[in-house]
């Protein structure tokens, strides 16, 4: 499974974004996709995933700004974020759960700068 992600960038607070993540294999088959975030000097952080059955759940830090979902179709993975502060300011990871009977394995995608100037 290989991850891609997209869609970062340089904005002023108060300003949006919209993270992508493709995947390259049906997402239907993946458990749980999310979005993490590590900004320099911190561990890497859980910002929102989403359940195959759409089931969807926010750091409290972003809960109300940032929406999480996903386009099966197109096999992408969306974070739309808005209203951004200079703390969101860190490189954004895609990830992906798939539990099998084997077991279960995390996938991670390159990730993407976020940078919120004040």
């Known amino acids: 499974v290989q991850l891609q992600a997209s869609g970062g960038g340089l904005v002023q607070a108060g300003g949006s974004l919209r993270l992508s993540c493709a995947a390259s294999?049906?997402?239907?088959?993946?458990?749980?996709m999310a979005w993490y975030r590590q900004a320099p000097g911190y561990q890497r952080e859980l910002v929102a995933r989403i359940g195959s059955s759409r089931t969807r759940n926010y750091a409290e830090s972003v809960k109300g700004r940032f929406t999480i979902s996903k386009d099966n179709a197109k096999n992408i993975m969306y974070l739309q974020m808005n209203s951004l502060k200079p703390e969101d300011t860190a490189v954004y990871y895609c990830n992906a759960l798939i539990q099998d009977l084997t077991g279960s394995k995390d996938y991670w995608g390159q990730g993407t700068q976020v940078t919120v100037s004040s």
């Open positions: 294999v049906n997402i239907v088959s993946i458990n749980v």
